[in-house]
């Protein structure tokens, strides 16, 4: 899996079609991916020690990997990666423009 946390992405596939947002974590055995402000569904959550209150809450499910696709933003669309070698080390690039990705700061 090319794709990091921290990647800009775009959904490719499926009902939030055409959303862009960033990737908040990844499930490598799954394969799937949880994007910020796509795929929100509502969870009803019984009052806890942690959330007195309980309630009706927001948040972002998790969408497969092959829904996704690396969003460049000078281009403003969807784009393929790839990993070549530089100076003994793997990097990834860019298949479009052939520009090396900064590395993301994982968590």
Request: charged share 35%.
């Given at each position: ?21 960033e ?6 055995k799954?394969?799937r ?18 959330d ?29 990666l ?9 990097v990834?690039?860019n298949?479009?423009t ?10």
């Open positions: 899996m090319k794709l990091r946390v921290g990647d800009t992405v775009i959904v490719i596939a499926g009902s939030e079609k055409g959303k862009t947002g990737i908040l974590s990844i499930d490598h799954k394969e991916v949880i994007v910020e402000g796509v795929n929100k569904v509502t969870k009803h959550v019984k009052p806890s020690q942690s007195p209150d309980g309630g009706i809450v927001s948040k972002e499910a998790a969408i497969h990997v092959s829904n996704v696709a690396y969003y460049d933003e000078k281009a403003k669309k969807a784009v393929k790839g990993y070549k070698f530089e100076d003994g080390k793997k990834r690039f298949k479009l052939g520009k090396v990705l900064k590395e993301t700061k994982r968590k």
